[in-house]
T-cell receptor, first 116, second 113 residues
């Protein structure tokens, strides 16, 4: 079964600084990978996803992520943080159930704090 | 507007009572999911349904039950057997088989005292 590790439960940056949120997955078989964002007391919104093809994926709100197979990583970056980026971010990876159904396995999340 | 609705937003119950959380989608998606979210633990899969009249246990199904009588609806019942039911519950849907992303509802925060 797949697992996802998000390093750092909290990441603090200043407004305008680079945002880097780390995600590593367990499988050697390239999975599908996702980043979601969650604002307080709300559901999750898809930021971006990697399926096949180009390893650098661009998403909404200026975020991007790079799939690195050799490192089993899918880190999320944004060149310049904005106050509105403060939220919790979840990395997810596809996994196959016993019945052959694809499900998502989520990391434990990273809370991004942005200071003025 | 297409989307997923969950009601109510906040729910309070006494210990020992069963409670049903609503999830409705108008995206015409085949697959639906229920997750539980606790601080620091991410999202954990409770149940999922690939198609109407079919559902499967996820990773933490004990103390929960579901039904899928209509494509649009996937209600979750938190039974009195669930030892620690206080949590944030999220419903999601996806078009079905294949590696498509999941779309999430706004969630229901359940507090049991």
């Amino acid at each position: 079964a797949q697992s996802v590790t998000q390093l750092g439960s909290h990441v603090s940056v200043s407004e305008g600084a680079l945002v880097l949120l780390r995600c590593n997955y367990s499988s050697s078989v390239p999975p599908y990978l996702f980043w979601y964002v969650q604002y307080p007391n709300q559901g999750l919104q898809l930021l971006l996803k990697y399926t096949t093809g180009a390893t650098l994926v661009k998403g909404i709100n200026g975020f991007e992520a790079e799939f690195k197979k050799s490192e089993t990583s899918f880190h999320l970056t944004k060149p310049s943080a904005h106050m509105s980026d403060a939220a919790e971010y979840f990395c997810a990876v596809s996994d196959l159930t016993d019945t052959g159904f694809q499900k998502l396995v989520f990391g434990t999340g990273t809370r991004l704090l942005v200071s003025p | 507007d297409g989307g997923i609705t969950q009601s109510p937003k906040y729910l309070f119950r006494k210990e020992g009572q069963n409670v049903t959380l609503s999830c409705e989608q108008n995206l015409n998606h085949d697959a639906m999911y229920w997750y539980r979210q606790d601080p620091g633990q991410g999202l954990r899969l409770i149940y999922y349904s690939q198609i109407v009249n079919d559902f499967q246990k996820g990773d933490i199904a004990e103390g929960y039950s579901v039904s899928r009588e209509k494509k649009e609806s996937f209600p979750l019942t938190v039974t009195s057997a669930q030892k620690n039911p206080t949590a944030f519950y999220l419903c999601a849907s996806s078009p079905g088989q294949g590696l498509s992303e999941q779309y999430f509802g706004p969630g229901t925060r359940l507090t049991v005292t």
